[in-house]
């Protein structure tokens, strides 16, 4: 069946514009995850969808970042006036439920700031 | 210091040899254990998991827990040229509200031909 998809694959914009990244998670899956990756580290995590709710967005940096997934699939994170420190892979995964801890990673929206 | 920790190498072997990676940990909360393979500009793959400690193999991957040491190792037999990425380790309490994972730096594998 079909993987995590993501969109766009790449993303360059100016300092202080809005960007929304979209995440497709695989089918039934009710759990979502959004990590961010720099470069030559590990993916850290952002927030946590159980369903429709944000259950944990305790690594969100700041609150120029949020995320909706109004009807429990397709989520959105979307980030406001970007700074250049915001350049990076954004990750999103997805698992069947929660309480299970197999999560599968899309491809990744590069996005560059300059 | 960081949760988990992980030699980002790189480490460069001959095509058949047996790789050895690891990380450490600090959280002693961890109880799931995985290992994603990444190549470059793709999103990471889930190669293996692990629940609690002791041992678990598919195929020439076999991937160790040791609890009392927090440490973890994933064993690559039979080393091929397309085994060439970065293998990140990743970990995960149990029972929390999130089952968000906390993943190590990642290791740079090259398998030469």
């Known amino acids: 069946g079909a993987g995590v998809s993501q969109t766009p694959s790449n993303k360059v914009t100016e300092k202080g514009k809005y960007v929304e990244l979209r995440c497709d998670p695989i089918s039934g899956h009710t759990a979502l995850y959004w990590y961010r990756q720099s470069l030559g580290q590990g993916p850290e995590f952002l927030i946590y969808?159980?369903?429709?709710?944000?259950?944990?967005d305790s690594g969100l940096p700041n609150d120029r970042f949020f995320a909706v997934r109004p009807e429990g699939s397709v989520s959105t994170l979307k980030i406001q006036r970007t700074e250049r420190g915001d350049s990076a892979v954004y990750l999103c995964a997805s698992s069947l439920m929660h309480g299970n801890y197999e999560q599968y990673f899309g491809p990744g929206t590069r996005l560059t700031v300059t | 210091q960081k949760e988990v920790e992980q030699d980002p190498g790189p480490l460069s072997v001959p095509e058949g040899a047996i790789v050895s990676l690891n990380c450490t940990y600090s959280?002693?909360?961890?109880?799931?254990f995985m290992w994603y393979r990444q190549y470059s500009r793709k999103g990471p793959e889930l190669l293996m998991y692990t629940y609690s400690s002791g041992n678990k193999e598919d195929g020439r991957f076999t991937a160790q827990v040791d609890k009392s040491s927090k440490y973890i190792s994933l064993f690559i037999r039979d080393s091929q040229p397309s085994d060439s990425a970065t293998y990140l380790c990743?970990?995960?309490?149990?029972?929390?509200?999130?089952?968000?994972?906390?993943f190590g730096t990642g290791t740079l594998l090259a398998v030469q031909p």
């Open positions: 969808f159980q369903g429709t709710g944000a259950a944990d």
């Open positions: 990743a970990m995960s309490e149990v029972g929390g509200a999130t089952n968000k994972l906390i």
């Open positions: 959280n002693s909360a961890f109880q799931y």
